[in-house]
Nanobody, 114 residues
Framework: QVQLVESGGGLVQPGGSLRLSCAAS????????MGWYRQAPGKQRELVAA???????NYADSVKGRFTISRDNAKNTLYLQMNSLKPEDTAVYYC????????WGQGTQVTVSS
Protein backbone atom coordinates (compact mmCIF):
# COMPACT_ATOMS: atom_id res chain seq x y z
CA GLN A 1 0.00 0.00 0.00
CA VAL A 2 1.06 3.54 -0.74
CA GLN A 3 -0.30 6.64 0.95
CA LEU A 4 -0.21 10.04 -0.72
CA VAL A 5 -0.72 13.36 1.05
CA GLU A 6 -1.00 16.54 -1.01
CA SER A 7 -0.48 20.08 0.21
CA GLY A 8 -0.02 23.57 -1.17
CA GLY A 9 -3.36 24.36 -2.75
CA GLY A 10 -5.23 27.58 -2.14
CA LEU A 11 -6.62 30.75 -3.63
CA VAL A 12 -4.41 32.79 -5.94
CA GLN A 13 -4.98 35.67 -8.33
CA PRO A 14 -4.57 35.22 -12.08
CA GLY A 15 -0.91 35.40 -13.00
CA GLY A 16 0.14 34.15 -9.59
CA SER A 17 2.02 31.03 -8.56
CA LEU A 18 1.50 28.02 -6.32
CA ARG A 19 3.60 25.00 -5.49
CA LEU A 20 1.91 21.70 -4.77
CA SER A 21 3.60 18.91 -2.86
CA CYS A 22 2.74 15.23 -2.55
CA ALA A 23 4.42 13.09 0.06
CA ALA A 24 4.37 9.35 -0.60
CA SER A 25 4.79 6.74 2.11
CA UNK A 26 4.40 3.00 2.44
CA UNK A 27 5.65 0.35 0.03
CA UNK A 28 7.49 2.55 -2.48
CA UNK A 29 9.08 0.60 -5.33
CA UNK A 30 12.20 1.85 -7.04
CA UNK A 31 10.54 1.83 -10.46
CA UNK A 32 7.45 3.97 -10.52
CA UNK A 33 5.76 6.92 -12.08
CA MET A 34 4.07 9.83 -10.39
CA GLY A 35 1.87 12.56 -11.70
CA TRP A 36 -0.65 15.27 -11.12
CA TYR A 37 -4.21 15.15 -12.38
CA ARG A 38 -6.93 17.74 -11.98
CA GLN A 39 -10.68 17.77 -12.07
CA ALA A 40 -12.76 20.89 -12.53
CA PRO A 41 -16.49 20.97 -11.68
CA GLY A 42 -18.50 19.18 -14.34
CA LYS A 43 -15.41 17.94 -16.17
CA GLN A 44 -13.49 14.70 -16.35
CA ARG A 45 -10.25 14.21 -14.48
CA GLU A 46 -7.32 15.04 -16.76
CA LEU A 47 -3.58 14.53 -16.68
CA VAL A 48 -1.63 17.68 -15.91
CA ALA A 49 1.92 16.35 -15.73
CA ALA A 50 3.76 13.12 -15.08
CA UNK A 51 7.31 12.08 -14.24
CA UNK A 52 9.03 8.72 -14.03
CA UNK A 53 11.77 7.84 -11.59
CA UNK A 54 14.44 8.48 -14.22
CA UNK A 55 13.22 12.05 -14.63
CA UNK A 56 11.41 12.00 -17.97
CA UNK A 57 8.38 14.27 -17.94
CA ASN A 58 5.14 14.73 -19.82
CA TYR A 59 2.80 17.74 -19.73
CA ALA A 60 -0.67 18.58 -20.92
CA ASP A 61 -0.54 21.12 -23.73
CA SER A 62 -2.55 23.57 -21.63
CA VAL A 63 0.16 23.84 -18.97
CA LYS A 64 3.37 23.55 -21.01
CA GLY A 65 5.70 26.42 -20.26
CA ARG A 66 3.80 27.37 -17.09
CA PHE A 67 3.94 24.28 -14.87
CA THR A 68 6.96 22.24 -13.83
CA ILE A 69 6.80 18.79 -12.30
CA SER A 70 9.69 17.48 -10.24
CA ARG A 71 10.41 14.82 -7.66
CA ASP A 72 12.78 14.22 -4.79
CA ASN A 73 13.31 10.45 -4.81
CA ALA A 74 15.16 10.51 -1.50
CA LYS A 75 12.14 12.11 0.16
CA ASN A 76 9.52 10.29 -1.95
CA THR A 77 7.97 13.67 -2.65
CA LEU A 78 6.44 15.01 -5.82
CA TYR A 79 6.11 18.69 -6.64
CA LEU A 80 4.19 20.81 -9.11
CA GLN A 81 5.32 24.40 -9.56
CA MET A 82 2.50 26.34 -11.16
CA ASN A 83 3.25 29.78 -12.59
CA SER A 84 1.18 32.24 -14.62
CA LEU A 85 -1.98 30.67 -13.28
CA LYS A 86 -5.23 31.21 -15.15
CA PRO A 87 -8.84 30.95 -13.98
CA GLU A 88 -9.18 27.82 -16.12
CA ASP A 89 -6.56 26.14 -13.93
CA THR A 90 -9.11 26.11 -11.11
CA ALA A 91 -9.70 22.51 -10.08
CA VAL A 92 -9.03 19.88 -7.47
CA TYR A 93 -5.51 18.60 -8.07
CA TYR A 94 -4.76 14.96 -7.33
CA CYS A 95 -1.42 13.27 -6.87
CA UNK A 96 -1.06 9.84 -8.47
CA UNK A 97 1.50 7.08 -7.91
CA UNK A 98 1.82 4.07 -10.20
CA UNK A 99 3.91 0.91 -9.86
CA UNK A 100 2.06 -2.41 -9.93
CA UNK A 101 -1.08 -0.57 -8.85
CA UNK A 102 -2.40 2.97 -8.97
CA UNK A 103 -2.81 5.11 -5.87
CA TRP A 104 -4.43 8.52 -5.46
CA GLY A 105 -4.17 11.28 -2.95
CA GLN A 106 -7.18 13.00 -1.43
CA GLY A 107 -6.85 16.07 -3.62
CA THR A 108 -6.10 19.72 -2.96
CA GLN A 109 -8.19 22.63 -4.19
CA VAL A 110 -6.60 25.25 -6.41
CA THR A 111 -8.70 28.33 -7.12
CA VAL A 112 -7.51 31.05 -9.48
CA SER A 113 -9.67 34.12 -9.16
CA SER A 114 -9.44 37.85 -8.71
Amino acid sequence: QVQLVESGGGLVQPGGSLRLSCAASGSIFSINAMGWYRQAPGKQRELVAAIIVGGSTNYADSVKGRFTISRDNAKNTLYLQMNSLKPEDTAVYYCCYVDYATYWGQGTQVTVSS
